[in-house]
């Protein structure tokens, strides 16, 4: 019989700030203190895209895991089932709901089924500490909400070499123009002082974006960074899909021509114009980051979907639309989607069905808060979610200098490709010999339709999701 627990904590903080503390998994992860994982991908198991190993108070789990089920700012779930270690299967569940007074009831749920009796005891005590160390986290959250209006800073494992660190720090600040030495110091101080997380990937126009200074400046600060010593430059490809980084380079030659995220289960293009990022991260001499991962399935790493849900082999499950207009799109595992508008006076439920190459009908109009009810046609549990349009469109403009849209890129050093985000009149008038002729437009029909057509099998090494 399965052991059961539930745990419910009132916080006065709002649920969607709750929410990007809660469904950054990694993070909440890393808070209560469990293992980091290895993570390698996963076929003919389902829905069940990894199988991921870790260890906790030293006995060795492996287990499957599933996309987790969720809607935005609401509730999230996940099942795995484990293939060694103490329980046969886990669920564990959580849901935001808005309390009245602008605060928030946040519910945990946690089911562990025993492998034998023998384990029962030891499963049942790990069980009771795994939830009330998450609400702990979750009450930890919604203090610091309410102190300063921000997450807690993450977990820091690493220190830095104070010594390497202010020699890089002297170099770069005597390189940079004056006007720049006060976003050196805030760097400087990121890479000192932040959580291990937060200094594994760093964005620089996300930074600029919370740091509320000019992207391009900090941009600009982090390339000379990289020429000091302090950060090391790395590519990332990132899926269309989901947006998470399915490989990371040293190098814009390393970039291959294809990219496939075993997750979305897609093959796509690392045409100039899109998929690959640029982030940055302190070496190992200044300091000796843990880049984890401690979880490869939490909401936030994707936050431009707004639901997602598992469709059981014959069998179907239900969407949740936002509760404002919007344009989605609705994603099936292995590239088929169709577009969903949610507009006023549009019909409250629609059923969809979706096929291994097409999801019937193509064009759906929903109510906001409307339900999508998806009958799984493709012979197998699979799983489907809806993703925002408009977050992906502002986030590619917005993040157009990050990435290396119209960088040059097999044999070009890479601080030319860096150059011309930092300015791209710099690097465009001057193509080298070898350049790429210039990009298309970035929804060019040609790339959609071989996203959408294209499946071949895994280019994606098996340890790129665990190197990042
Ligand atoms: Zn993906």
């Not at 099942?79 to 605060?103: D, I």
């Not at 979706?354 to 046609?377: M, Q, S, T, Y």
Request: glycine share 8%; with cysteine.
């Amino acid at each position: 019989m399965a052991v059961n627990f539930t745990r419910e904590l009132n916080c006065l903080s709002d649920a969607p700030s709750l929410w990007r503390g809660i469904a950054d998994t990694e993070r909440m992860n890393r808070a209560v203190g469990l293992g980091r994982i290895e993570v390698a991908p996963l076929e003919g198991a389902g829905a069940a895209r990894y199988l991921v190993k870790t260890r906790v108070g030293g006995v060795r789990l492996e287990y499957e895991e599933r996309p987790f089920e969720f809607v935005e700012n609401e509730r999230l779930f996940f099942r795995r089932v484990q293939r060694r270690g103490p329980v046969a299967w886990l669920e564990m569940g959580c849901t935001l709901a808005p309390a009245g007074n602008g605060g928030t009831r946040v519910g945990f749920t946690l089911a562990l089924q025993p492998r034998n009796m023998l384990w029962a005891p030891i499963v049942r005590l790990e069980g009771r500490r795994t939830i009330d160390s998450f609400i702990e986290a979750a009450r930890d959250l919604d203090r610091e909400l309410l102190r300063t209006g921000c997450l807690p800073p993450g977990v820091r494992t690493s220190e830095a070499n104070e010594a390497a660190l202010a020699r890089a720090a002297g170099v770069l600040l005597r390189e940079v123009a004056p006007a720049r030495r006060a976003l050196v110091e805030k760097l400087v101080e990121l890479v000192r002082s932040g959580s291990d997380q937060e200094v594994s990937r760093m964005r620089p126009l996300e930074l600029a974006e919370a740091w509320k200074v000019d992207g391009r400046e900090l941009l600009a600060v982090c390339l000379g960074a990289v020429e000091a010593g302090l950060l090391e430059l790395s590519w990332d490809l990132i899926c269309p899909s989901c947006r998470s980084a399915v490989r990371r380079t040293a190098s814009l030659a390393e970039v291959p021509e294809a990219g496939h995220c075993h997750l979305c289960d897609i093959t796509f293009g690392t045409e100039p114009h899109q998929a690959v990022e640029a982030t940055f991260h302190p070496p190992a001499s200044i300091r000796a980051i843990d880049s984890g991962p401690y979880c490869v399935g939490g909401p936030v790493r994707t936050p431009h979907v707004v639901a997602q849900a598992l469709l059981p082999a014959g069998g179907e499950a239900s969407l949740a639309a936002p509760r404002e207009p919007s344009r989605l799109r609705l994603f099936l595992r292995g590239g088929p989607t169709a577009s969903v508008q949610v507009a006023p006076g549009a019909a409250d439920a629609v059923r969809v069905e979706a096929h291994a190459d097409r999801i019937a009908p193509a064009g759906i109009e929903l109510a906001p808060g409307g339900k999508l009810l998806v009958v799984n046609r493709t012979g197998a549990e699979t799983h489907a979610k809806l993703e925002r349009i408009e977050w992906a469109s502002a986030r590619r403009h917005h993040a157009h200098a990050h990435r290396a849209a119209r960088i040059p890129r097999r044999g070009t050093p890479p601080m030319r490709a860096a150059a011309y985000q930092a300015d791209p009149s710099r690097v465009t008038r001057a193509q080298p010999k070898n350049a790429p002729p210039p990009a298309a437009p970035p929804d060019r029909p040609a790339s959609r339709r071989a996203l959408l057509a294209s499946r071949a099998p895994g280019a994606e090494s098996p340890g790129a999701r665990s190197a990042r």
